[in-house]
Structures are given as structure tokens and as C-alpha cells.
């Protein structure tokens, strides 16, 4: 397995030993055929495979999102979607391909789908930032959701993104500003937003584009203030504690179905989404128009209400009664 993660080093080497047995049957076990120790051995990777992915931490499932080989935002929008034509520039500044967006269909309906990209090798990876937007991206986006609300179209949003890209040329553009705008602009929008969470959603990076009517996650997808590393840096002055700040923060699918942040988990394969792109896909699919179909049922004000109504529900905290002067001295 390539890009293997340490906790799939079970899986990797009974799949091993299976790759040997086959390549060289003349090693097998004389008490039994072949034919049965392939079919124990298969048995027990499938056993294993499930005990390991059944089992994760949450550091683990942050691996996951990570991983290399996961789909992105385009692989999904290839897969799901049909007739997409992308469109480029915010119109202020310049194009910013870490978004990507445009016109498309979802099984019959005529959205438009925008997401953060990330590359796949390094070339790539510099052209798109790394999935880490300046500010034109999320001009850009606010374009393209404003067109889509003037001929009405639903916005599909696809996050997956580290965070808005931190340097010196987004501060000096004012990438605070844009975000800010586009977390505004999206609470007015008169159609169905849904925004779906494939990866990483990093901070304001990811909330830029993920005001939505319905909030949606992929099973080891994260969705966080912070970044882990981040978090142990600050918490425990030290970034190997990152483990202990993924537990702490309650970022994957789970806990944040729980906390009420997100409104429903997509499964992915066992083994994560890489293991099964096109499974994924078909999951998130059906995910994305059944939600779809509920939103279009609504008017225009419902939604914009629900939405608003949403994003300040969240966040629940207890006031402890200060008490008075008169009491004290009882």
C-alpha cells in the first residue's frame, strides 16, 4: 500500500502475506490447501480491516482527511455532477485557483457547485496553494453565489481546505474583510445553500464558504476553529501534542452531529474515501439532492430565516447568578 498511515500497518502487512501465498503457493502451510489458507488469510484481513476502521481516534480520521490520494473537490464534482463549466475571476483582482466553481447539474437540477481544490503533486499544489484561498477566491465565490441567486439556482458548497492562505499578500488584500463579506452576503441569499464538508475545514478558510442551510460531512472529514497542531501549539506550547488537541477540540463527524454544527454524516467506504472514490461519490450524491429537494420545497424567506436563525443558534453556555451584596452578609 502506498501512503500507507501508521494504524493500517495490521492490514498492510496480512495483505502482504496474501500477495506472497499467491506469488509463491509452494510456501503454504502443508496441513491445509492453498485454496484455505488464502480464504483464512482473506478472512482475517477483512476481520482486521474492520476492526481497525471501526476503532479510530480522532487523530486517526485526521489522517484520513489528509490522506494524498482522498478525492477532491473537482474528482467529486466529476463524479457527481454533470455538465459543469467552470467559470474564473473575481473580477477586482485575479484568479485564485484554490476555488474553483461554475454551472452544473445535479441529477436533473441546474446548480452551481463551488469548492476549495487542492493539488495532487507539487506543480499542482503550488498552482492551487495548497487549497488555501486569497482573497479574490472568496470574491470569487461571492460572484459566482450572487449569479446564482439572481437566475436562482441552489448553491452546492464543497469545503476542504487547511484555512484562508495567511500571508502577507492575503493580509494586505484584506482576506479578513472578504471572508467577513462572504459570511454576511450568505445569510441574504434567496435560494438553497448546502455545503458539505469532503476534508479538512480549516477556521474562517472553511466558514468563508460554508454558510449553508444544511451543513453536511463526510465520515472522516473534520470541521475546526483551529487546526490540531495549531490548537497544541497554543495549549501546550508544543505541536506533537497534536493527538491530544484532536480529542480535545470534538472536530470529526461524530462529535460535531452531536454538538448540532453539522446536519448529517455522508458514510465513506471502510477504509476512507481513496479506498472507494466512486462509492464516496454516489454517497455524497444522494446526500446533496435529497437535502436539495427538502430546501426547494421551502420559499425564499423560510430559508433565509432558517439559515440566519442556524448560525446564531449556535454555542450554548450557563450564567452563574452573581450574588447580591444583601446576601453575602446573611
Not at 446564482?148 to 495567511?166: E, M
Not at 502577507?168 to 463579506?181: L, N
Amino acid at each position: 500500500m502506498r501512503h500507507q498511515l501508521d494504524f493500517e500497518k495490521p492490514i498492510v502487512e496480512l495483505q502482504r502475506k496474501l500477495e506472497e501465498l499467491k506469488k509463491h503457493p509452494e510456501a503454504h502451510s502443508l496441513d491445509i490447501s492453498v485454496e484455505e489458507e488464502v480464504a483464512q488469510i482473506e478472512k482475517k484481513l477483512e476481520e482486521t480491516r474492520r476492526q481497525v476502521f471501526e476503532n479510530l481516534s480522532a487523530w486517526d480520521r485526521i489522517k484520513i482527511a489528509r490522506h494524498p490520494k482522498r478525492p477532491f473537490t473537482l474528482d467529486y464534482i466529476h463524479a457527481a455532477f454533470t455538465d459543469f463549466s467552470e467559470l474564473h475571476g473575481d473580477r477586482l483582482y485575479a484568479e485564485d485557483r484554490a476555488v474553483v466553481g461554475g454551472f452544473a447539474k445535479l441529477c436533473g437540477h441546474s446548480v452551481m457547485v463551488i469548492g476549495t481544490q487542492k493539488g495532487r503533486d507539487t506543480k499542482e499544489n503550488i498552482m492551487r496553494n495548497f487549497g488555501s484561498a486569497h482573497p479574490e477566491g472568496y470574491r470569487k465565490a461571492l460572484r459566482l453565489m450572487k449569479l446564482a441567486d439572481k437566475f436562482q439556482l441552489p448553491v452546492i458548497s464543497l469545503i476542504d481546505t487547511a484555512g484562508a492562505y495567511p500571508g502577507i499578500g492575503a493580509e494586505e488584500r484584506h482576506i479578513a474583510e472578504a471572508i467577513a463579506v462572504n459570511l454576511r452576503e450568505m445569510m441574504l441569499l434567496d435560494v438553497p445553500v448546502i455545503a458539505a464538508v469532503i476534508g479538512e475545514g480549516g477556521s474562517g478558510g472553511a466558514l468563508g464558504i460554508g454558510v449553508a442551510n444544511r451543513v453536511l460531512i463526510l465520515e472522516n472529514a473534520y470541521y475546526s476553529v483551529i487546526s490540531p497542531e495549531g490548537c497544541a501549539a497554543i495549549l501546550w506550547k508544543d505541536r506533537t501534542a497534536a493527538a491530544k488537541a484532536a480529542e480535545a477540540l470534538k472536530i470529526t463527524a461524530k462529535y460535531l452531529l452531536e454538538l448540532g454544527l453539522v446536519d448529517e454524516i455522508v458514510p465513506e467506504p471502510l477504509g476512507g474515501a481513496h479506498a472507494d472514490p466512486k462509492q464516496t461519490a454516489d454517497n455524497l450524491k444522494a446526500y446533496l439532492v435529497r437535502h436539495l429537494e427538502e430546501l426547494q420545497a421551502m420559499t425564499p424567506e423560510a430559508r433565509r430565516e432558517q439559515r440566519y436563525s442556524k448560525f446564531r443558534n449556535f454555542g450554548h453556555f450557563l450564567e452563574k447568578a452573581v450574588p447580591s451584596p444583601e446576601a453575602s452578609t446573611v
